[in-house]
């Protein structure tokens, strides 16, 4: 009984400490039209827009809203269709990283790029392929919809070819004020660490 007893406050403990530091999900939001950002809009803040007074909260409430979780992990959130973020500020400066988000095509990786399918009936289908074994080839063609896939038919497949555009589509920031993306970028380039001093007040 002892035993059971012990096993029963041991596991409670295992909980409670689960529920602390559990990552509450954010889900995105419909935002009206902002602006459509250019790199060169935030030189004048770039750089001393993110020293030491960023929103931590607010820029992990803004990597949902700017639907950056739909395709991307980071900081145990999201999704792993896109390349995962964590990290991603020990590779990009702030401007580097800015101009990626806005900018999505200048650089595609290897392993995230799209396909061309053009088929036998003529019609022309792109996207990145989640599944190539097998009969049929498992794509997603909006990554915005990731769980929408659809399937082709090897044999309908008359040409296949890289794709020059990026997955991810342009226009991510266009909802958010010149303070919201500074947030955000905050948010990333900390690794989504509270304490970082970006967010120091």
Not at 24 to 47: G, M
Not at 104 to 112: D, Q
Request: negative net charge; charged residues 25%.
């Amino acid at each position: 009984m002892r035993v059971c007893h012990l096993y029963f406050i041991l596991s409670q403990a295992v909980l409670a400490a689960a529920g602390e530091n559990r990552v509450e999900p954010i889900s995105p939001e419909e935002r009206p039209f902002v602006r459509a950002w250019n790199v060169a809009d935030f030189d004048d803040v770039i750089s001393v827009g993110l020293e030491g007074h960023r929103d931590y909260e607010k820029g992990r409430r803004l990597f949902a809203v700017a639907s950056c979780l739909k395709c991307h992990q980071f900081h145990r959130e999201g999704s792993a269709i896109g390349p995962d973020l964590s990290g991603v500020g020990d590779k990009f400066s702030p401007r580097d990283l800015l101009e990626s988000i806005l900018n999505p095509g200048k650089e595609i990786p290897e392993t995230h790029g799209q396909t061309i399918f053009e088929m036998k009936d003529g019609s022309v289908l792109t996207g990145r392929i989640v599944n190539d074994a097998g009969v049929t080839i498992r794509v997603i063609t909006d990554m915005m919809h990731p769980d929408e896939v659809t399937s082709l038919a090897r044999g309908q497949i008359v040409i296949r070819k890289e794709s020059p555009l990026s997955p991810m589509p342009t226009g991510l920031l266009n909802t958010l004020g010149k303070d919201d993306v500074l947030d955000l970028l905050a948010y990333l380039l900390s690794d989504g660490n509270r304490k970082d001093p970006l967010f120091a007040r």
